[in-house]
């Protein structure tokens, strides 16, 4: 139970598609982070939003889109995606950027066919 | 570059103690993490450590050296649930978190 939620929880899509992953924390927290994870590699950190305002983007490719409304809900936008973008995307929160343990979801096993 | 080295994979017994070790090389140090990953699901905090030695927390511990770029996991008493994967994560001198790829720790009846 660790009070960051996501849906979807598995999602297949085709490289024309356009489909959005949510986040959304129930922490109090002031800090949001998207991560991909592949198999056998590191987390790579992609999006950081602090109060709401994106604080890091690691070079992510444009077919990524964050977008982050308020403190609880933190959106991944994706389109025109490549196989190689399939993976598991995890969310995470700190109640403060940088200095602050994190918290993750569940993640949102992605396939690109 | 910045660099988190831990075993890929390891195996031991229900009831024995297994270690999992991280070296680092980062720009900066301000902290270790350890988390705990069981298969499809969110990566768990186990520990924190940023002064040298040894934090005790139930059966798992974890361990420091600053000076030689150090930490290890010890987990006692194996139990079946433990069998997951043990991410070990530094935050550098920019307070960005810099991930090793995991130990799938196995643990065998």
């Known amino acids: 139970e660790t009070g960051v939620t996501q849906t979807p929880r598995h999602l297949v899509m085709g490289m024309t598609n356009k489909k959005s992953l949510k986040c959304e924390q129930h922490?109090?927290?002031?800090?949001m982070y998207w991560y991909k994870q592949s198999a056998k590699k590191p987390l790579e950190l992609m999006f950081v939003y602090n109060f709401k305002e994106q604080t890091e983007n690691n070079s992510v490719p444009s077919r990524f889109s964050p977008e982050c409304p308020n403190s609880s809900h933190l959106f991944l936008h994706l389109h025109t995606l490549q196989p190689e973008d399939s993976a598991l995307y995890l969310c995470?929160?700190?109640?403060?950027?940088?200095?602050?343990?994190?918290?993750f979801g569940p993640g949102t096993r992605l396939t690109v066919l | 570059g910045q660099n988190i080295d831990q075993p890929t994979e390891m195996t031991a017994t229900e009831g024995a103690i297994v270690q999992i070790n991280c070296t680092y090389q980062t720009s900066g140090f301000n902290g270790l993490f350890w988390y705990q990953q069981h298969a499809g699901e969110a990566p768990t905090f186990l520990s924190y450590?940023?002064l040298d030695g040894l934090e005790e927390k139930g059966r798992f511990s974890s361990f420091l050296s600053r000076s030689k770029g150090y930490s290890y996991l010890l987990l006692k008493e194996l139990q079946m649930k433990d069998s997951a994967s043990y991410l070990c994560a530094v935050r550098d001198s920019n307070y960005q978190l810099i991930w090793g790829a995991g130990t799938k720790l196995i643990i065998k009846p």
């Open positions: 450590n940023v």
């Open positions: 995470a929160s700190s109640q403060n950027e940088d200095t602050d343990t994190q918290y």
């Open positions: 922490l109090g927290h002031n800090a």
